[in-house]
Nanobody, 120 residues
Framework: QVQLVESGGGSVHTGGSLRLSCTASRSIYYCTAWFRQAPGKEREGVAR???????TYAESVKGRFTISKDNAKKTLYLQMNSLTPEDTAMYYC????????????????WGQGTQVTVSS
């Protein structure tokens, strides 16, 4: 099992930036991802990164968000720039320690989430 704890959420104005962090209880040499869910909407896969550094982004965040990880610190990051009100959501990190690469958006372990609110 792996415990995940997100941090870095908050409230910003349109055009602002935030960097989310997700600290894991064990090594993150495996598939990891960020998701988000706004009230009344389906949970959306935002970005994922595998053990080979290969990344995948939702079309809505390409060019604005960057996913990265620091294996030594056991931490996953999501740098979010040019934020808009449509980015307002609860953001969750997720992990699958049995997969060294990401081939879908199915994950067994999740953090509790961190709220991101973007005002217009």
């Amino acid at each position: 099992q792996v415990q995940l704890v997100e941090s870095g959420g908050g409230s910003v104005h349109t055009g602002g930036s935030l960097r989310l962090s997700c600290t894991a209880s064990r090594s993150i040499y495996y598939c990891t991802a960020w998701f988000r869910q706004a009230p009344g909407k389906e949970r959306e896969g935002v970005a994922r990164i595998d053990d080979y550094g290969r990344t995948t982004y939702a079309e809505s965040v390409k060019g604005r968000f960057t996913i990265s990880k620091d294996n030594a610190k056991k931490t996953l990051y999501l740098q979010m720039n040019s934020l808009t009100p449509e980015d307002t959501a609860m953001y969750y990190c997720a992990a699958d320690p049995v997969r060294g690469y990401c081939y879908n958006w199915d994950f067994p372990y999740w953090g509790q989430g961190t709220q991101v609110t973007v005002s217009s």
